[in-house]
Each structure stands twice: as C-alpha cells, then as structure tokens.
Nanobody, 123 residues
Framework: QAQLVESGGGLVQPGGSLRLSCAAS????????IGWFRQAPGKEREGVGC????????YYADSVKGRFTISRDITNNMAYLQMSSLTPEDTGVYYC????????????????WGQGTQVTVSS
C-alpha cells in the first residue's frame, strides 16, 4: 500500500521560506504523480500544485505561482515543496498525495495521502 509521510513544517515569519518533504514508500515517483494540498482552519482543502510522473512537469495554483516550487528526487523517492515569500494566508496543514493518473490539483483524483504537516506563518 502506498504510503506518504510529510515533514518540514513549522513556524516561519512573513516573507520567509520553508521546504516541505514528502517521503514515498511502496511505490515509485516515476510511476505516480504527486500533488500538494493545504487546508487552513475553517476553509476547504486547496490544491497548491502537482508534479507529473512521466516528465516531472509541474503545475501551480495561481495563489502560489511564482512563490512555490515542486520538485522530486526519483532516486530517493522524495518530493518537495519549496515555499518562499510566505504570508499568513499560507498558514495551514500541508499534505502530499499520490495518484497513478494524471497530475492535477483536484484532491478527488488522488488515492493516497500523507498525514499532513503544519505550516504557520506569523510574526
């Protein structure tokens, strides 16, 4: 069964940066697309971005475009979400998810989810 474990969350000041990691086991990232999602308190889950399995192409939500970067290390079966120019609106629990289908930012397309890691942007 596919398993995902996120790490790297924490407290960061506005304007700061943070890198989240997503460790995958029981499946290979060159066969599965990875999506990153977040959920703020009282809000619906939001797709942040995704990376395709075949060629590593990425796609981002408008809210994070130019600030967030998704990458992967196929050798170590890791995916990453590099976040910069963070604002309090970026606060939330961040999840990585995996799908054997196309990479999208619709959570309904994903079969496996990590437990999430908290990101808090505050001064």
């Amino acid at each position: 069964q596919a398993q995902l474990v996120e790490s790297g969350g924490g407290l960061v000041q506005p304007g700061g940066s943070l890198r989240l990691s997503c460790a995958a086991s029981a499946f290979r990232l060159d066969y599965y697309a990875i999506g990153w999602f977040r959920q703020a308190p009282g809000k619906e889950r939001e797709g942040v971005g995704c990376i395709s399995s075949s060629d590593g192409a990425t796609y981002y939500a408008d809210s994070v475009k130019g600030r967030f970067t998704i990458s992967r290390d196929i050798t170590n079966n890791m995916a990453y979400l590099q976040m910069s120019s963070l604002t309090p609106e970026d606060t939330g629990v961040y999840y990585c998810a995996a799908t054997g289908g196309m990479a999208t930012i619709d959570g309904r397309d994903y079969e496996a989810w990590g437990q999430g890691t908290q990101v808090t942007v505050s001064s």
